[in-house]
Nanobody
Framework: QVQLVESGGELVQAGGSLRLSCVAS????????VAWFRQAPGKEREFVGW????????LIADSVAGRFTISRDNAKNTVYLQMNNLNPEDTAVYYC?????????????????WGQGTQVTVSS
């Protein structure tokens, strides 16, 4: 069982930046693929991006490409989501998720472990 805890969400003005963190409880964090999803009120959960286990290759959704990046620090059991040039449409609860399955999916149902989420609110 892997426990994930997100942090870093807050209220920010449009054009601003935030860095979200996802800390995992497992000592074998390096073997997990990790993804970020987000869910806005009244909308379905949306894939934001993932980063694979070693060598840590990232994939970012087209909707946020060029503004968001994902990185990981296995020594700290942490995955980061750097978000730049935020706009009000980025307002959502952001979740990290993890899986050991090798074939990765942008479907949230295919990810096994989830954090509780962190709220990001972007004001115009």
């Amino acid at each position: 069982q892997v426990q994930l805890v997100e942090s870093g969400g807050e209220l920010v003005q449009a054009g601003g930046s935030l860095r979200l963190s996802c800390v995992a409880s497992t000592l074998t964090f390096r073997v997990y693929n990790v993804a970020w999803f987000r869910q806005a009120p009244g909308k379905e959960r949306e894939f934001v991006g993932w980063i694979t286990r070693n060598p840590g290759n990232p994939l970012i959704a087209d909707s946020v490409a060029g503004r968001f990046t994902i990185s990981r620090d296995n020594a700290k059991n942490t995955v980061y989501l750097q978000m730049n040039n935020l706009n009000p449409e980025d307002t959502a609860v952001y979740y990290c998720a993890a899986t050991q399955i090798e074939f990765l999916s942008t479907n949230s149902a295919d990810w096994h472990y989830w954090g509780q989420g962190t709220q990001v609110t972007v004001s115009s």
